[in-house]
């Protein structure tokens, strides 16, 4: 279904959006329920008669890719939008892209398709922390404001944005931080790329590392991603998932580990055995702030990789990617450093 909605008098940036389900698509059954609504019931269509005000800003062609909530998003999906977002872009009537989507996985996706999205032009992620049938719904202005951002000059050659709540976070940094409040994505200790004031974008800072038109990745006759399993790391921990993991075909393990990527004893046993078979291992943190750098030598002995300052989610999608072009585990290790 494509949706267009066009100024006539003055000449408007050209934007797509991209419909993906989510919380900004969600219906409940009374404006004060925040909880226990359907995720993605709400279409494309309706999404954009709720914020006519966008007309004034952009011309706007509306696609419903899927209508899903993003807890059950598949490699196949993000396979499917990447596609798409590259084909418009290479079609080249379009300045800039705005994709729907639910924010439990909003910053995977946003991550993948910082990696293989190959243009310079804005790509911009937006969702909401409450249903579109909410009394306080956010969704209609972080979609305004998102379009915006989109058509904005100055958002060009960023990587790809998450908008919501009058913030800019970059993709590789934004995680989300809250279960239910609207200002749930931040960059920690990073912090936003910019703000949103009155629906102008002012940008404070830009990400250093590797994205879109500087990634070597691609999806270039690619149709599927290689396994990559997280392994939580707790106290009193085994080596049972990380066994099920390798019996399961994993190519690779990133394993969340305690403070800097330390790993369990029980759990270090069925690490190093998985790497003697060829399964990558990368150690992240639980942490949720700081990088994984160094650690104790026995740990690069035993020729585990370091995440870096990538959250397990986000270091679970650089390594599947990563595989996809080598083995060579300082191949991969450079790929950590400079995504």
Not at 23 to 51: D, N
Request: charged share 20%; proline share 3%; net charge neutral.
């Amino acid at each position: 279904m494509n949706i267009d909605i066009e100024s006539p008098t003055i000449k408007l940036p050209r934007i797509k959006i991209l419909a993906t389900g989510g919380t900004i698509a969600g219906s409940a059954a009374k404006s004060t329920q925040m909880s226990e609504y359907k995720a993605g019931a709400i279409g494309i269509q309706t999404l954009l008669e709720a914020v006519p005000q966008i007309k004034d800003y952009a011309n706007i062609t509306g696609e419903q890719l899927c209508q899903i909530s993003s807890n059950n998003i598949t490699d196949d999906i993000w396979l499917q939008i990447a596609d798409r977002v590259n084909a418009i872009f290479q079609a080249g009537d379009t300045d800039g892209i705005v994709i729907a989507h639910g924010t439990d996985t909003l910053e995977e996706t946003a991550y993948f398709l910082n990696l293989v999205i190959k243009n310079e032009k804005p790509l911009v992620l937006v969702g909401a922390m409450r249903p579109a049938t909410a009394i306080s719904a956010d969704g209609p202005n972080n979609l305004l404001n998102a379009v915006r951002l989109a058509g904005n000059p100055e958002a060009r050659n960023k990587g790809v944005l998450i908008a919501m709540n009058d913030e800019i976070n970059g993709a590789r940094e934004a995680t989300k931080t809250n279960t239910s409040h609207v200002s749930t994505f931040r960059a920690n200790e990073l912090g936003y790329m910019g703000y949103i004031n009155n629906g102008e974008a002012f940008f404070y800072r830009a990400s250093l590392r590797k994205h879109t038109l500087n990634s070597e990745f691609s999806l270039k006759d690619l149709v599927s991603l290689p396994y990559v399993e997280i392994i939580y790391g707790h106290a009193n921990d085994s080596r049972i998932l990380v066994d099920a993991a390798v019996n399961a075909g994993a190519r690779g393990i990133v394993y969340a580990g305690m403070g800097n990527g330390s790993i369990h004893e029980k759990a270090e046993e069925g690490l190093i055995a998985a790497q003697k078979q060829g399964v990558v291992i990368v150690r992240s943190s639980r942490c949720g702030a700081g990088t994984v750098k160094g650690g104790p030598i026995r740990y690069s002995k035993e020729k585990f990789l370091t995440g870096d300052s990538l959250n397990p989610q986000k270091a679970r999608i650089l390594l599947s990617l990563a595989l996809t072009k080598t083995d060579k585990l300082d191949e991969i290790q450079r790929m950590f450093n400079e995504y």
